[in-house]
């Protein structure tokens, strides 16, 4: 079950005991309920995002410890990946290349490096040799990386700032007024819109695919037809422009992310009085990653009727809802549905087993634990460092990410 950001945030509120209605405090005990019993709550980057826009570092830190423990951090892997497989499939359906199906890509992990590299990624403490540590406690390993899973997720606090701009840290907010931002990008073509005769709806999703898929994915399609020897002609190989320009959309609407995507945002250009913002954008980023993987997905009124039109809840077999009462009518399914005794592959049983989600710090390490010099350091799953900076082992191992 997919929660929209202010789902989270009448979540968090009903845990700080400010509930907005008496309903919220029902559907977060009944939401805990079934995360303990295995339904599956997961976050995507666009949670990070909106969540790291939140200025009050207090508000951050208390919507995230809602989000974490109910979450367990489990994150959606990121929107790239998902896609690639997309048009995988679309390709082996459309040309024959792959030759064969290509296998299901796992959809579900934990942690940020998951929801935007689509690899896993965890702290390990190690030697100055640059080698893995065998002998530290995996529920130490296990307690630390649930612990730095929620930090990431809160953001960092105020007096870390400074410290943090000059390794390059940019506030979120900062990034959407940047040149050629992407919500320029769609107010671009409304002020288009709004200058000459709009086309025909039909007309305008077949621009709105195109546009789509020139903006947000030509670098990873064109990826794939090197991959594969191929071209866009595999595609449409006809001289015959009307039926070419089938075949390309017939193409296009094979990749469910993409063609979702694009059909939200005919909707909302098809209303001339509809002025774009952040908002609507991160909308359209969330449903179209989250209703083909999920089977309920639960975002704002405007957001669910946008989608609704699209047909795309019908497609994916989702139930797309507004309501949280709405909510706590489909959990006991989904619970019955569940499987709360065997840990996923890709959840937190790699790093050890256990049950649950741990927001408390572990136990500092000592000398007796490791050797003078050991860093704690986030690697890849095949060893490669996520990033240059260290944590150093001297007296004590710090545990703060």
């Keep these: 079950m997919y929660l929209d950001q202010w789902v989270w945030i009448r979540l968090a509120l009903a845990e700080a005991g400010r509930p907005r209605a008496p309903a919220d405090?029902?559907?977060?005990?009944?939401?805990r309920t079934a995360s303990t019993a295995g339904v599956t709550f997961p976050l995507s980057a666009t949670h990070y995002e909106e969540t790291l826009r939140i200025t009050d570092p207090t508000q951050r830190r208390d919507l995230a410890a809602v989000m974490a423990t109910v979450s367990e951090m489990r994150t959606l892997r990121c929107q790239t990946d998902l896609v690639r497989q997309q048009f995988l499939s679309a390709l082996h359906e459309t040309v024959g290349r792959p030759t064969f199906r290509p296998?299901?890509?796992?959809?579900?992990?934990?942690g940020f490096n998951w929801a935007f590299r689509g690899v896993h990624a965890f702290l390990r403490v190690i030697d100055s040799d640059g080698r893995v540590v065998?002998?530290?406690?995996?529920?130490?390993?296990?307690?630390?990386?649930?612990?730095?899973?929620?930090?990431?997720?809160?953001?960092?606090?105020?007096?870390?700032?400074?410290?943090?701009a000059g390794d390059g840290y940019k506030h979120p907010r900062a990034h959407e007024t940047d040149a050629g931002n992407r919500l320029a990008w769609e107010q671009l073509l409304e002020a288009r819109l709004a200058e000459d005769q709009r086309p025909a709806p039909s007309e305008l999703r077949?621009?709105?695919?195109?546009r789509e898929l020139s903006h947000e994915y030509l670098?990873?399609?064109?990826?794939?037809?090197?991959?594969?020897?191929?071209s866009f002609s595999a595609i449409s190989p006809t001289a015959d422009g009307v039926k070419s320009r089938e075949r390309a959309v017939a193409f296009v609407e094979r990749v469910p992310t993409l063609r979702i995507s694009a059909e939200m945002k005919l909707e909302i250009y098809r209303n001339s009085s509809r002025r774009w913002n952040w908002n609507m954008l991160r909308d359209v980023d969330a449903l179209s990653t989250a209703i083909p993987y999920c089977d309920v997905v639960v975002a704002d009124k405007d957001a669910v009727d946008l989608v609704r039109r699209t047909k795309a809840p019908q497609r994916h077999g989702t139930a797309v809802i507004s309501r949280l009462d709405e909510l706590t009518d489909l959990l006991p399914d989904l619970v019955a549905r569940a499987s709360p005794n065997d840990e996923d592959a890709n959840g937190w049983?790699?790093?050890?087993?256990?049950?649950?989600?741990?927001?408390?710090?572990?136990?500092?390490?000592?000398?007796?634990?490791?050797?003078?010099?050991?860093?704690?350091?986030?690697?890849d799953a095949d060893g490669t460092p996520t990033s240059s900076r260290d944590v150093r082992c001297r007296r004590r191992l710090k545990t703060r990410p």
Aim: hydrophobic share 50%.
């Design 25 to 31: 405090t029902v559907a977060l005990d009944a939401i």
């Design 103 to 110: 296998p299901a890509v796992e959809p579900l992990g934990v």
């Design 134 to 164: 065998p002998s530290i406690d995996p529920i130490w390993l296990r307690q630390i990386n649930q612990h730095a899973e929620a930090a990431m997720l809160a953001g960092p606090a105020d007096e870390d700032l400074a410290i943090l």
């Design 206 to 210: 077949v621009w709105l695919l195109a």
């Design 219 to 230: 670098d990873l399609l064109n990826s794939l037809f090197v991959e594969y020897r191929l």
């Design 349 to 379: 049983g790699q790093l050890a087993p256990g049950k649950g989600y741990s927001l408390a710090p572990p136990t500092n390490l000592t000398l007796q634990d490791v050797k003078a010099g050991c860093v704690v350091r986030m690697l």
